[in-house]
């Protein structure tokens, strides 16, 4: 008999399973409530959860030796219920245990919102993670990239894979990681960005999901070791106006994203998805009435209040805070043709346009009294005709805790990487 | 006026363009051809190449003193030609420099195909790379990785990001690159393999396309010391089998990608898509007249060719080759519940059945003398209840090299490291 999945029992999801016919599920022994004369019990598989209630006495006590998270296949016969999880609820079961634990698990998974604090969570991620609503963030996570994938493809985009390996830090000397390559040293890339702008000599528009990190010395709530980045670079722009309008459509495609694929995910975490607008609201970075060359988060709090937005564009930050690669704005060299885009108050995407003349290059270098030599093969590109170009990199555990309200960002990300955390 | 790409000039391509109509295009000056009274100059974007008739000697003069790759925009008419690529030439053009190169490239993209060696083409990849030929295996890898995406998502897979940086050698521990973590010892992951196993435990179905990173201290054609590695794992098998029937869909949806999103990339390369039966050949280890515990290239090449098929499961390998999470063959212990693809002679997969028991997992450490104590976030997983289950990862790479018959997998990688190569 094939196997039903547990979605397959809810007629609202359009995947009805007729009443009275007899299924086989297979999931993970949830929950079982032991009443007088009957026992329900829940399963959980990657769909949800489905009750089943056991009459027979000889089962009862069976399934009542059985340790949480056994992994069972049960056969049932479908029955309406107004009490059972979307109305259906499983009748004369027949279980066969796949899988038996060596013990509880520590977490309890039962549970409609787990009670355990967070370290706790993260120690025993591979159990707590099984919960429907820790295991919903990754599916919002998952959506929203598919999401973005699908936006970039459409506006022509390639996608790429470029090393993480390297043998220059990225942005700067700081906060890389340093590691043993063959005798010689080699840092983690702390972003692609070297390599996307490379590739736009080649394909114009490119953008890269991968892993990039950081060295983060702060143990806060909103910093990782190692995260997901979306970046993106594209060719022949105008400004970083140009830029501004793709992110703007990447957005819209990770929220369309999640709407079409974890809508069950989404409701389960109350998210309430942002409506994106055909244009995003900017205020260029002299307008912030900030008088530092940054914002602080209190900044990016006010600014996203008094524009009245859930997204908001900051443009033309003070060229000091900028990489080297950062262009200048022509009319304002002290500002940059860069910004940052705010949502729901905190930082969660910064871009720009950047450099694109060899000689450009090499000026930024000297000013920084930095060498050109281990640029070598990124300034390469630029000896050898690069058109204007800009990009962005969007921080997916970032963009997910934003839309979760999560409150640490550990919370929604796979195995988080800290100063005090490498496992599990 | 908005730009139009040289693809859009193809009327066998769909997109055409109206004779006579005044457009703008932008790109790379590839090459140009001086005559007598003429100048025909080839422009390079994304798309691909359109000739441009020169004949104002004014404009020729102007055009001749600019370098190969100069970034340049165009407005021209529209016109048919007998000799132009696709028929469609462009005429009174009227160009527009938008960035000088330093200097003429150290590589002769104007040749149909380069005659630069491999170590040449490397050493300079941010232009070599700019070449149609050489940019067309990254269009097919785009292309595979998206099909193997979107075969895996019709079978209900999850697609995740897990840590590159860990705590315990996940495949043993040689050949793994050693990290300083914030003063204490870290890893790079061979191989998200124990992550995606503790997420079947999640999402019972998930996938990861991302980098490894293998300390290969040989220097070889076929050896990398970072891929890309498309990953996948599920629950709820009944043996390797099962597998190897989503693997199956995997390759399929990868072929079908490839013909969906990259015909012209396939075609330039002279590329010739493997038929994926419904039902891949296999062969038992047995049954190979193999002695060995394992398969030598040589043995590999004459299997396919013995069974006159493209595509061959080889099963059964014999446990004491294959990693301690293996499932072994419960008729012939000896034997693992494994398999490798091999694809036109090569191994391109490796997969199979893994332990699914906690007590299978401390007997198979004590075994090999392993302490279970690195694997505890791991063995966790095991010890709350894990359903039978296997999975299999691709190396993309590799793929590219035997579609497009490279004969050392750096052609078709992207900025390679090896033994020898940190850059570019």
Sequence with gaps: ?????????????????????????????????????????????????????????????????????????????????????????????????LS??????????????????LPTLLDHASVALRHPRQRAAFEIAAASVAGYRAALDRLGFVEIQTPKIVATATEGGANVFRLDYFGRPAYLAQSPQFFKQVMVGVFERVYEVGPVFRAEPH??????????SLDAELGFIGDHF????????????????????????????????????????????????????DLSPADERRLCEEHGTELLFVTGYPMAKRPFYTHPDP?????????????????LVTGGQRLHRYGDYLSALAVRG???????????????????????????????????????????????????????
């Design 331 to 347: 009319e304002r060299p002290e500002h940059s043709n860069s910004f940052d885009l705010l949502f729901r108050g905190l930082e």
């Design 370 to 424: 930095l060498s050109p030599e281990p640029y070598e093969g990124y300034l390469q590109a630029f000896r050898y005709g690069m058109p204007p170009h800009g990009g962005f990199a969007i921080g997916l555990e970032r963009w997910v805790a934003r839309l979760t309200g999560a409150k640490n960002i550990r919370e929604v990300t796979l195995f988080p990487r800290d100063l005090n955390r490498l496992t599990p």
């Design 242 to 293: 140009d830029v501004m309008r793709v992110l703007r459509e990447a957005i819209a495609g990770m929220v369309e994203g999640i709407r079409e694929r974890a809508p069950g995910a989404a409701e389960l975490l109350g998210v309430e998805l942002p409506v994106v607008p055909d244009e995003i609201p900017w205020v260029h970075f002299a307008d912030t009435g900030v008088e530092d060359v």
């Design 219 to 228: 143990d806060t709530s909103r910093h990782l070791a190692e995260y997901v």
């Design 100 to 117: 038996e634990p060596a013990e509880s698990p520590p977490i309890e998974l039962r549970r409609p919102v787990l009670k355990e604090q």
């Design 1 to 97: 008999m094939q196997r039903t999945l547990t979605g397959e029992l809810r007629p609202q999801l359009g995947r009805p399973t007729e009443l009275g016919a007899r299924v086989r599920l297979a999931g993970w022994l949830h929950h079982q409530r032991r009443l007088a004369r009957l026992t329900f019990v829940l399963l959980r598989d990657r769909d949800g959860l489905a009750q089943i209630v056991v009459e027979c006495a000889e089962t009862i006590e069976e399934i009542g030796r059985l340790l949480p998270e056994t992994v069972l296949e049960v056969e049932a016969t479908v029955a309406e219920s107004e009490q059972a999880p979307g109305g259906i609820e499983l009748r004369d079961p027949v279980f066969t245990v």
